[in-house]
């Protein structure tokens, strides 16, 4: 399923989360630390770093940050949903890469701040990334120029990508969508093998099982294992495609497979399935469009966020937001 170049830098990919880890996991010891308490923590560990190029806007009624390209007209509009386990982050944390992206790539960068757990729960954050989402649909073309739309996020940003992504299917509105760039994200909140700390490899990682279960109490409150796979919580588990008149508003149809760029390690629980999407060689194409797919082989949750501590010799790309 992966080339042999990749299974052999999985012990030097392992070594480089061990080495980077403490980027991630700042709160310390969290045992006993009432939930109001942990969360204030995370989010202090999450401070901004802005830039004076960002521009401050009100999109749909969500403060949103906008970067634009340098001196030249942009080429596609790029929905950006930062991470955070759906508790901490904001857009303001992704300034300079959100920049970076704008200047290198070309391209309008529009990343919403939206509502966070546990003060507000499911469906806050999918509902203001969708009203931001629906509103470029819209108003891209007349606001930035053009109308090509791309959306993506890492972590909880590639979650609600995948789930506003089903939610434009459904509502017939996903046409406008280029292309979707799914970065480490959960698509399964059902307690999965690897949220239940069932892993190919006995060392750490940023989504612990404690972890999991502390942001899923926070994001989905009172709701059963089989609550939670509802496919309009769980994109991961949506059948397959049907036309969306035939879908329920919060449908169980897929995001669109013809347009879908998945790049990390995790399919479903963030961390267990060890392929994200089918490597190029053996299915470079789903219904006559590119789809592309990038593994980090052990390298956890996170792992592209800690390139500067990875061996020289471990084989990372750089997650691509592909704009023709």
């Known amino acids: 399923m992966w080339s042999d170049e990749l299974e052999q830098a999985r012990p030097e990919t392992r070594a480089a989360v061990v080495a980077g880890i403490g980027l991630f996991n700042r709160e310390g010891d969290v045992a006993g630390v009432p939930q109001a308490e942990r969360i204030a923590k995370r989010r202090a560990a999450m401070a901004p770093m802005t830039v004076p190029e960002a521009l401050d806007r009100e999109i749909a009624g969500v403060r949103c940050r906008v970067y634009l390209p340098d001196g030249s007209a942009p080429r596609a509009v790029y929905l950006h949903v930062h991470g955070g386990g759906m508790v901490s982050g904001s857009p303001d944390v992704m300034d300079v890469p959100n920049l970076r992206m704008a200047r290198d790539?070309?391209?309008?960068?529009?990343?919403?701040?939206?509502?966070?757990?546990?003060?507000?729960?499911?469906?806050?954050?999918?509902?203001?990334?969708?009203?931001?989402?629906?509103?470029?649909?819209?108003?891209?073309?007349?606001?930035?120029?053009v109308a090509r739309l791309l959306m993506g996020g890492e972590s909880a940003g590639a979650y609600l990508t995948a789930v506003v992504a089903l939610r434009l299917r459904d509502r017939g509105r996903i046409a406008a969508v280029a292309g979707l760039n799914l970065v480490f994200g959960i698509y399964d909140w059902g307690h999965t093998p690897s949220q239940r700390g069932r892993r190919p490899h006995d060392g750490p990682d940023v989504l612990s099982p404690e972890e999991i279960d502390f942001v899923t109490g926070c994001y989905l409150p009172g709701l059963t294992i089989e609550q939670r796979r509802d496919p309009a919580i769980s994109p991961g588990l949506c059948r397959s495609s049907r036309p969306a008149a035939d879908v329920p508003e919060r449908g169980h149809d897929r995001p669109p497979r013809r347009r879908h760029a998945a790049v990390g390690r995790a399919r479903r629980g963030g961390g267990a399935r060890r392929r994200a999407v089918r490597p190029a060689r053996d299915a470079p194409r789903l219904h006559g469009l590119p789809v592309h797919g990038h593994h980090a082989m052990g390298g956890g949750h996170g792992g592209l966020a800690r390139r500067a501590h990875r061996p020289a010799s471990a084989p990372v790309r750089r997650p691509a937001v592909c704009v023709p």
């Open 105 to 145: 790539l070309g391209v309008a960068v529009v990343s919403p701040d939206y509502r966070k757990a546990p003060e507000h729960p499911f469906p806050a954050g999918p509902d203001d990334v969708t009203a931001v989402a629906e509103w470029l649909v819209e108003h891209a073309a007349g606001e930035f120029g």
